[in-house]
């Protein structure tokens, strides 16, 4: 059995809600090119997930359409509970899943996916967890590798957290013109 990886990502900059339905936003041109970018970085780092879990919202959808562009992704599920559930909420949904997955794209929302980041990574050089504690942005991805050899043991503050990636690293202009 292989190592466990967990892709945990928050979709990209979604637009304002222009008829008050927060589920139907749409991303903004600026998170379509972050999620195209985002998706030739994870083919070039070899982050490629064997599962993916991803919130039914149009902005996470959109999100993963970006990821399309270069990565070949199969197996995706769209679990209601991802669009507004809790930390605990998303911690199960990873512990239902077969351990015939070594990786998991989880592809959802702030505050409860950065919420779970800081849950399950424990343990990660200086400059990862210093990245950890400056917040989460949209189109950020943490790669988690999990401790337990399955999904039903993954226990929180033990797994590694490797990397911590966010648009400014892997689409960033020549000369950056946009601070959040």
């Known amino acids: ?3 466990k990886k967990l892709f945990l990502l928050r979709h990209a900059q979604a637009a304002s809600s222009q008829t008050g339905d927060d589920k139907a936003r749409n ?6 090119a972050d999620a195209r970018a985002l998706g030739t970085e ?7 997930p064997d599962l993916i879990l991803c919130s039914p919202a149009v902005r996470t959808k959109q999100t993963l359409e970006g990821l399309k562009d270069t990565l070949d992704l199969e ?8 669009y507004n559930g ?5 911690l199960y949904q990873i512990q239902q899943v077969s351990d015939e997955y ?8 702030n505050p409860s996916i950065y919420e779970l980041v800081i849950l399950l990574g424990g343990i990660g050089n200086d400059g990862v967890m210093q990245r950890l504690s400056e917040g989460y942005q949209p189109a950020s991805l943490s790669v988690v590798d999990v ?6 043991d993954i226990q929180p503050a033990v797994n590694t957290l490797n990397t911590i990636m966010n ?4 689409n960033a202009p020549a000369r950056p013109t946009r601070w959040m």
């Open 167 to 170: 648009p400014m690293d892997y």
């Open 102 to 109: 070594n990786s998991i794209l989880f592809l959802a929302h």
């Open 147 to 152: 401790k337990s050899e399955t999904w039903a």
């Open 27 to 32: 991303l903004t041109p600026q998170g379509k």
């Open 1 to 3: 059995m292989g190592t």
């Open 42 to 48: 994870m083919k070039r780092l070899d982050l490629i």
């Open 86 to 90: 809790s930390t605990g909420d998303y």
């Open 75 to 82: 197996n995706v599920e769209h679990p209601e509970i991802l």
